[in-house]
């Protein structure tokens, strides 16, 4: 495999699957440590649900789903086990996001507090139907078989900035919905004096800023994407699995530098770094 700065690469890889996780155990403290912990019960434990999911599946769940063709020791995979780990990623970050938002409307229902009313919910509700249609077009379109390549190719652009858009858009919900938790709930002390769940709180949006920062650079870095299905025909021949190590691609080896000859793809790429649009994407 000849990714061009591989180290760089896991790197921003490394740091950004640490920081989601480390996210995750932030939000799992908020809730369990100074909102009261979780249950079903239409109360303030079952809004608790809402954050812990939302940024568990929503938001560390969907990071992966988006970077994971980007894993160079997957480029021995065939294509379509790709797409169905990417699909099936996908799939779940949107149940989970689902089970989120019945928590908090079951609460409101219960407690007798209006919808739809804040800015944040409306910012969330438009990313999950978002969400839901990116989805459906996106099974609809790479996983129908019988779909034209020529559709194939032409939506691959909308494809891919429209799921750079929505996750950045469930980013900036979360931290609008944090914001405002923390101004519902932080009366004595208040949160404009600073209590220390309001600094873990703040920290926590952080972790999510920057998550969303780290996904969003490797998912556009253009020497780091998935080659070309023609640029490594072995894949081709390989049904639904990986090759080993020893009949594919190794980490460090491409197809074409096995035949000593330069990688087509990176080459291109090297030559205009631009050059990243669809037609250049694997099978689609
Ligand atoms: C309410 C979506 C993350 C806090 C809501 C509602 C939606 C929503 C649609 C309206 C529910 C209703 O009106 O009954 C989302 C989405 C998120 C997200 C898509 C994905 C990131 C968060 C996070 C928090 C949060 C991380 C932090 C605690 C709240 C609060 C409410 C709420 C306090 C009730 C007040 C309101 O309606 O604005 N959320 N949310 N949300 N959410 Fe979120
Ligand atoms: C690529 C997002 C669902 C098929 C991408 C990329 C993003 C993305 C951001 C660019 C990745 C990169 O450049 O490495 C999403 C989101 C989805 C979703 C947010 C769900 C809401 C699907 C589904 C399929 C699919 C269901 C069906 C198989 C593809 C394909 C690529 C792609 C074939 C091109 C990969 C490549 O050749 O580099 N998607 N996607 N996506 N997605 Fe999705």
């Known amino acids: 495999m000849a990714m061009e700065n591989y180290k760089q690469f896991l790197f921003f890889l490394a740091t950004s699957l640490s920081v989601g996780f480390v996210a995750v155990v932030f939000v799992l403290r908020w809730v369990l ?3 009261g912990g979780l249950a079903w019960d239409g109360d303030q434990a079952e809004f608790n649900w809402h954050p812990v999911l939302t940024v568990t599946g929503f938001i560390f769940i969907q990071g992966i789903a988006i ?5 160079p ?20 970050a949107f149940i989970i996001a689902i089970i989120s938002l019945v928590a908090v409307f079951d609460f409101h229902n219960t407690k007798n507090i209006p919808n739809m009313y804040s800015l944040h919910s409306w910012v969330g509700l438009a990313a999950v139907i978002l969400y839901a249609l990116q989805l459906l077009l996106g099974l609809c379109i790479y996983l129908v078989p019988i779909t034209p390549v020529s559709i194939r190719a032409a939506f691959m652009p909308i ?3 429209s799921g750079l858009f929505i996750f950045a858009s469930v980013i900036a919900a979360a931290l609008m919905g944090i914001t405002e938790k923390l101004i519902f709930s932080l009366n004595n002390p208040k949160y404009s004096s600073s209590p220390p769940e309001a600094i873990f709180v703040n920290v926590l949006g952080l ?3 920057l998550y969303g920062a780290l996904i969003l650079w490797i998912a556009t870095r253009s020497p780091w994407k998935r080659p070309s299905e023609q640029s490594a025909p072995a894949r081709l021949t390989n049904g639904g699995g990986c090759k080993s190590d020893r009949e594919g691609l190794t980490m460090s ?9 330069p990688d087509p793809s990176s080459e291109a790429r090297r030559r205009n770094p631009n050059q990243d649009e669809a037609g250049q994407r694997s099978t689609m």
Request: glycine residues 2%; hydrophobic residues 50%.
């Open 207 to 209: 972790l999510l800023l």
């Open 67 to 71: 970077v994971v063709y980007r894993l």
């Open 33 to 35: 440590y100074f909102r």
């Open 73 to 92: 020791w997957t480029w021995k995979c065939s294509k379509l086990m790709m797409k169905f780990i990417h699909a099936g990623l996908n799939t779940l």
């Open 253 to 261: 080896d491409s197809v074409a530098e096995v035949r000593n000859e």
């Open 159 to 161: 494809h891919v900035f």
